[in-house]
C-alpha cells in the first residue's frame, strides 16, 4: 500500500503515525520498556528471535497492533508464513493493511 493510503487508513483509526512500520517500532519499543526487555536497532534484516523479545511480548505487540491498525494479519488471511525476520512481520502487516481496504 502507498504510504498516502495507510496514512489515510491509520488516520482513520486515530493514529497519528505515518506509515505501519513506524507504528510496529513504536509499540515494540514500549512494550520492550515495559517487560524490562532490551531492543536493539530493528532493521528489516533482523531476525525475529533475535529481536529481544520473548512470546508474552509478541502477544502483546500482535494485540496492540490490533487494536492500533485495525488489523490482525493472523486471522485475515486463510494462509500465513510465520515471520522470520523483522522486515517479514512488518510486510505482514502492510499487506494486512493494504487487504482491509
Known sequence: MENSRISTLLMQRGTSAVTVKSVIIS?????ASEQGKTVGPLKDSLPLLDAG????CFAILVSRLEDKLGI??????DEVDLPVTFGDFVKLYEDAARQSK
Open 27 to 31: 509499540e515494540i519499543e514500549d512494550i
Open 53 to 56: 523479545l520473548d512470546s508474552l
Open 72 to 77: 490482525d494479519p493472523y486471522i485475515s488471511f
